[in-house]
C-alpha cells in the first residue's frame, strides 16, 4: 500500500523559512515524478513544484520560483521542500503527491501539512 | 501558463442526476493530459481520470471524462449520495502544471 506522510509544517513569521518532508514508502520511490501541491483555506488546488523520476529536474510554479526548492533524497524515500521569504499568500496545507513514472498526474496523496505564515 | 476555468463553479442536484462538468483550457492540452479529481471536506483529492478519459484503479464506471485539444468534460451518469464534492481539472502536458478553480457539485 502506498503511504505519503508529510511533517515539518507550522506556524512562520512573514519572510522567514521552513522545511517540508513528505516519507513515502509501499512504492519504488526512485522511480517516480513527485510533487508539491497546495490549497489555501477555502480555495482550490495549486500546483507548486514537482520533480522529476529521470535526470533530477524540477519545476516551479511562478509563485514560487526563486523561493522554493524541491528536492528528494531516493535512499530515504523521502521529498522535501525547503521554502524561504514566505509570505501570508503561501499560507496553505501543502500536499505531497506521488505521479507517474514519467508524468505529473497525481494517483497518490499524503494527508498534508499547514503551514500558516502570520505575524 | 495554461489556464483552466471550470464551469459551472456549483451544480445542484439530485442523487440519481447526471453530473456534467466543464474544463477548458486557454492553450491546447498536448496527447490528451487532462486529469480529474474529486476533493471532499477535510481530506486530500482523490485521482479519477487520467488521459482525459482513463478511469484510475477502483473508480466506479458511473465516472468519465471525454475531450480534446482545449474541452475536456467528467460525467457523472447518476450521481450517488457520495459523489456530492468538489472536482478539479488539471492538465500536465506542460509546466507549470495546472490546476482549474473546482466544479462543487451541492445536492
Known amino acids: 500500500e502506498v503511504q505519503l506522510s508529510e511533517s515539518g509544517g507550522g506556524l512562520v513569521q512573514p519572510g522567514g523559512s521552513l522545511r517540508l518532508s513528505c516519507t513515502a514508502s509501499?512504492?519504488?520511490?526512485?522511480?517516480?515524478?513527485m510533487s508539491w501541491v497546495r490549497q489555501a483555506p477555502g480555495k482550490g488546488l495549486e500546483w507548486v513544484a514537482g520533480?522529476?523520476?529521470?535526470?533530477?529536474?524540477?519545476s516551479y510554479a511562478d509563485s514560487v520560483k526563486g523561493r522554493f526548492t524541491i528536492s528528494r533524497d531516493n535512499s530515504k524515500n523521502t521529498l522535501y521542500l525547503q521554502m524561504n521569504t514566505l509570505r501570508a499568500d503561501d499560507t496553505a496545507v501543502y500536499y505531497c503527491?506521488?505521479?507517474?513514472?514519467?508524468?505529473?498526474?497525481?494517483?497518490?496523496w499524503g494527508q498534508g501539512t499547514l503551514v500558516t505564515v502570520s505575524s | 501558463e495554461n489556464v483552466l476555468t471550470q464551469s459551472p463553479a456549483t451544480l445542484s442536484l439530485s442523487p440519481g442526476d447526471r453530473a456534467t462538468l466543464s474544463c477548458r483550457a486557454s492553450?491546447?492540452?498536448?496527447?490528451?493530459?487532462l486529469a480529474w479529481y474529486q476533493q471532499k471536506p477535510g481530506q486530500a483529492p482523490r485521482l479519477l481520470i487520467y488521459?482525459?478519459?482513463n478511469r484510475a484503479t477502483g473508480i466506479p464506471d458511473r465516472f468519465s471524462g471525454s475531450g480534446s485539444g482545449t474541452d475536456f468534460t467528467l460525467t457523472i451518469s447518476r450521481l450517488e449520495p457520495e459523489d456530492f464534492a468538489v472536482y478539479y481539472c488539471?492538465?500536465?502536458?506542460?509546466?507549470?502544471?495546472?490546476f482549474g478553480q473546482g466544479t462543487k457539485v451541492e445536492i
Open positions: 509501499g512504492f519504488t520511490f526512485s522511480s517516480y515524478v
Open positions: 488539471q492538465q500536465y502536458g506542460s509546466s507549470p502544471r495546472t
Open positions: 492553450q491546447m492540452v498536448s496527447s490528451f493530459y
Open positions: 503527491a506521488k505521479g507517474m513514472i514519467n508524468t505529473y498526474y497525481f494517483d497518490n
Open positions: 488521459g482525459a478519459s
Open positions: 520533480f522529476s523520476s529521470r535526470g533530477n529536474y524540477t
